[in-house]
């Protein structure tokens, strides 16, 4: 038994004593390996906070018949848009209902990664908005 012993103590004797080339490699694994970790918990870090955006639209009034909404980021203001985007002048919409539905186009745009979430006058039509003056 001590026979086989001693080849086993000699073999790890000769690994445990290597030459410091071997030792500079084994640092330089290490080094890269602990700033694949960092990286890693980098982007983790950014998926969490990316995942945590929430947005809301909330209604503005601008007068009577005259509305206009804000998309929030986190309760915060992120867009603010008094009157009615994608035609000309300064109307806002005609009822509350009108600028939630176009606010949550815009949310529905935001959260598929379009910025800006430009509005199109189709879409106003297809969601039935009046955008003419009616005064």
């Known amino acids: 038994m001590m026979q086989k012993l001693i080849p086993l103590m000699a073999l790890l004797l000769l690994v445990s004593c290597g030459d410091d080339k071997n030792q500079e490699g084994n640092d330089t694994l290490n080094d890269q390996t602990d700033a694949l970790i960092d990286q890693t918990q980098d982007a983790a870090e950014l998926n969490q906070s990316v995942e945590t955006i929430e947005y809301t639209v909330e ?15 986190n309760g915060q203001v992120f867009i603010n848009q008094p009157h009615i985007p994608a035609v000309p002048g300064k109307n806002g919409f005609t009822s509350e209902e009108q600028a939630i539905r ?6 529905t745009k935001l959260e598929s990664g379009a910025l800006p979430p430009t509005v199109t006058k189709q879409e106003l039509d297809s969601l039935e908005i009046q ?4 005064f």
């Open 131 to 134: 955008y003419t003056n009616p």
């Open 59 to 73: 209604t503005i009034e601008n007068g009577p018949n005259n509305w206009g909404y804000q998309i929030l980021n």
């Open 102 to 107: 176009v606010g949550k186009l815009v949310i």
